[in-house]
């Protein structure tokens, strides 16, 4: 008996042990898995060796386009997990970043377009009491939300979130324990380290301040560091000292690439020589494939730490691509789509979207708890305002009821399932100027309709009217080639009613006209 009651007590003692070396391990944590949001700035459907584009059973078809760039970490990442060919964002990026932050479309939180650091550019048309400053440090966003729940949370790169003297601008202000190089700058002046990163003279007009400087980097000034790689450097060492503290971590690890200046990096050049595209074409290439390495630099972080297993992966592009491949509003930069950055077409809109567990385990708990499909391609309508709900859901952190979001948790869509409970639908709303100027988009099932304010108006991109009403059957026209309006006004009306009734519903602010009358989008008569 007493031998007995020894074992009991020597076993108790070693579960005990055994449950306080779990508790130390971060991998054990099945509540709380960590989370990286890998953003790629300017990054479209397109500019990847991994095929997005489907056929109609749900196949992917390699693009040209596809052959063109090389990105194998991005490859690795969609064979351990799932893709979605049918991903949205906002066509420029401060919206689908505060949209990303909040689950809110940019329709509610009014952040409408890209935002200046140094001065309001509503455009001569937009309207004034647009959301020029960005988030706000009373704005609920998932890193706030994680960090009173337990996380460590890490912001590495591009903030672009408010303009200078915001609380925006300051990362740390919006939810991020931690923020390195992120600044109310949209891009850097540089991406070379012997350059600062654009903290340098030659940048620097004549008695103006100097701009787009990347804080935070010091330590690599003046060295033959590329941006996208210091960056790396930094998330590794805060992924290594989030462990070392024994907390989860959300890493925000939002590239500068592979936005404009399309300067090369040296590390993969060779690879885009004498291939018959352009110098800037070749040094997006080499920004796309550095971007790739940085990918699998932080993967490899995850195996040595052995916490592969407990990270998933989100990565994203913040809207469609801006390739230097042709004229802005070609089918060039995201063929076989139409478009670019800041169109109301598909190519302005359509972003790549991955999700997978660093290290797919099927016997992990977390893992099960969480299921990702792995070398999968879902076809259902998704966005960018689906992440915010869908990262709470990860961390098990409640969404609060005050906070009104338009996304959807993506948890069924991810284990490769249809989530038929969903609206398969995005609305882009711009009323301001840019290439595409003063318009909604709206995309519902295969049917789009896009609809103009200002359809008489010229604008520095736009030299000719256009058409008021533009509608597509995506299902038989990917292209956005044959506009049907005229010849389908049942369905025209039908689908400009329904984007009507979204913009009210989210509080949309509208272009004015010349007399600073409010334009709100009007049906259309028989006769377009």
Same mark, same amino acid.
């Given at each position: 008996?007493?031998?007995?009651?020894?074992?009991?007590?020597?076993?108790?003692?070693?579960?005990?042990?055994?449950?306080?070396?779990?508790?130390?391990?971060?991998?054990?944590?099945?509540?709380?898995?960590?989370?990286?949001?890998?953003?790629?700035?300017?990054?479209?459907?397109?500019?990847?060796?991994?095929?997005?584009?489907?056929?109609?059973?749900?196949?992917?078809?390699?693009?040209?386009?596809?052959?063109?760039?090389?990105?194998?970490?991005?490859?690795?990442?969609?064979?351990?997990?799932?893709?979605?060919?049918?991903?949205?964002?906002?066509?420029?990026?401060?919206?689908?970043?505060?949209?990303?932050?909040?689950?809110?479309?940019?329709?509610?939180?009014?952040?409408?377009?890209?935002?200046?650091?140094?001065?309001?550019?509503?455009?001569?048309?937009?309207?004034?009491?647009?959301?020029?400053?960005?988030?706000?440090?009373?704005?609920?966003?998932?890193?706030?939300?994680?960090?009173?729940?337990?996380?460590?949370?890490?912001?590495?790169?591009?903030?672009?979130?408010?303009?200078?003297?915001?609380?925006?601008?300051?990362?740390?202000?919006?939810?991020?324990?931690?923020?390195?190089?992120?600044?109310?700058?949209?891009?850097?002046?540089?991406? @070379?380290?012997?350059?600062? @990163?654009?903290?340098?003279?030659?940048?620097?007009?004549?008695?103006?301040?100097?701009?787009?400087?990347?804080?935070?980097?010091?330590?690599?000034?003046?060295?033959?560091?590329?941006?996208?790689?210091?960056?790396?450097?930094?998330?590794?060492?805060?992924?290594?000292?989030?462990?070392?503290?024994?907390?989860?971590?959300?890493?925000?690890?939002?590239?500068?690439?592979?936005?404009?200046?399309?300067?090369?990096?040296?590390?993969?050049?060779?690879?885009?020589?004498?291939?018959?595209?352009?110098?800037?074409?070749?040094?997006?290439?080499?920004?796309?494939?550095?971007?790739?390495?940085?990918?699998?630099?932080?993967?490899?972080?995850?195996?040595?730490?052995?916490?592969?297993?407990?990270?998933?992966?989100?990565?994203?592009?913040?809207?469609?691509?801006?390739?230097?491949?042709?004229?802005?509003?070609?089918?060039?930069?995201?063929?076989?789509?139409?478009?670019?950055?800041?169109?109301?077409?598909?190519?302005?809109?359509?972003?790549?979207?991955?999700?997978?567990?660093?290290?797919?385990?099927?016997?992990?708990?977390?893992?099960?708890?969480?299921?990702?499909?792995?070398?999968?391609?879902?076809?259902?309508?998704?966005?960018?305002?689906?992440?915010?709900?869908?990262?709470?859901?990860?961390?098990?952190?409640?969404?609060?009821?005050?906070?009104?979001?338009?996304?959807?948790?993506?948890?069924?869509?991810?284990?490769?399932?249809?989530?038929?409970?969903?609206?398969?639908?995005?609305?882009?709303?711009?009323?301001?100027?840019?290439?595409?100027?003063?318009?909604?988009?709206?995309?519902?099932?295969?049917?789009?309709?896009?609809?103009?304010?200002?359809?008489?108006?010229?604008?520095?991109?736009?030299?000719?009217?256009?058409?008021?009403?533009?509608?597509?059957?995506?299902?038989?026209?990917?292209?956005?080639?044959?506009?049907?309006?005229?010849?389908?006004?049942?369905?025209?009306?039908?689908?400009?009613?329904?984007?009507?009734?979204?913009?009210?519903?989210?509080?949309?602010?509208?272009?004015?006209?010349?007399?600073?009358?409010?334009?709100?989008?009007?049906?259309?008569?028989?006769?377009?």
């Amino acid at each position: 008996m007493k031998n007995l009651i020894t074992l009991l007590v020597v076993t108790s003692l070693m579960t005990a042990c055994q449950s306080t070396q779990d508790n130390k391990n971060p991998a054990s944590k099945v509540s709380q898995p960590n989370i990286i949001v890998f953003l790629v700035d300017d990054m479209g459907l397109m500019d990847t060796s991994v095929p997005f584009i489907t056929d109609s059973k749900g196949k992917a078809i390699k693009q040209p386009l596809n052959d063109w760039y090389h990105t194998p970490n991005m490859e690795k990442l969609a064979e351990k997990g799932i893709r979605f060919s049918q991903f949205y964002a906002q066509s420029v990026c401060s919206p689908t970043r505060a949209s990303l932050l909040t689950g809110q479309n940019s329709t509610r939180h009014h952040t409408t377009t890209w935002i200046n650091p140094s001065e309001n550019n509503h455009g001569k048309f937009g309207p004034k009491q647009w959301n020029w400053q960005g988030l706000k440090s009373s704005n609920i966003t998932f890193p706030q939300l994680l960090k009173s729940n337990g996380y460590k949370t890490i912001h590495i790169g591009k903030g672009h979130f408010g303009p200078l003297n915001s609380e925006g601008a300051e990362p740390k202000s919006i939810g991020f324990d931690v923020n390195i190089a992120g600044a109310a700058w949209g891009r850097p002046k540089s991406y @070379y380290g012997e350059n600062n @990163y654009g903290n340098h003279a030659k940048y620097k007009q004549k008695d103006k301040p100097l701009t787009h400087n990347i804080p935070h980097l010091e330590a690599y000034h003046g060295k033959d560091v590329f941006l996208t790689q210091a960056l790396t450097l930094e998330a590794n060492k805060q992924i290594t000292q989030a462990v070392s503290e024994d907390k989860p971590f959300l890493l925000y690890m939002s590239h500068y690439a592979v936005h404009a200046p399309f300067d090369s990096d040296p590390r993969f050049a060779k690879r885009y020589k004498n291939r018959g595209m352009s110098k800037q074409a070749q040094a997006y290439a080499t920004l796309v494939e550095g971007m790739d390495k940085s990918l699998g630099d932080i993967s490899s972080t995850l195996e040595q730490l052995g916490i592969a297993e407990n990270t998933l992966i989100i990565f994203l592009g913040d809207n469609g691509g801006d390739a230097p491949l042709g004229k802005n509003n070609e089918i060039a930069s995201s063929a076989p789509l139409k478009g670019k950055k800041g169109t109301s077409w598909e190519g302005g809109m359509r972003a790549p979207f991955i999700a997978a567990w660093a290290k797919p385990l099927p016997n992990s708990k977390t893992q099960q708890r969480f299921p990702i499909a792995t070398n999968t391609i879902n076809t259902q309508v998704a966005s960018v305002l689906d992440i915010y709900p869908t990262i709470l859901s990860i961390a098990a952190v409640e969404n609060p009821k005050s906070q009104k979001i338009d996304g959807v948790n993506l948890a069924k869509q991810l284990t490769g399932e249809i989530n038929i409970n969903r609206d398969n639908d995005f609305l882009m709303h711009f009323p301001h100027e840019h290439r595409h100027s003063y318009f909604t988009s709206y995309r519902l099932e295969n049917w789009k309709v896009i609809y103009n304010y200002l359809p008489k108006i010229k604008t520095k991109h736009r030299k000719t009217t256009i058409k008021q009403y533009q509608l597509f059957n995506l299902a038989i026209d990917p292209t956005e080639s044959n506009n049907i309006a005229s010849s389908q006004p049942k369905e025209l009306s039908r689908m400009m009613k329904l984007m009507i009734s979204k913009l009210e519903k989210q509080n949309a602010q509208y272009p004015i006209d010349k007399q600073g009358k409010t334009l709100k989008p009007i049906l259309p008569t028989t006769s377009i």
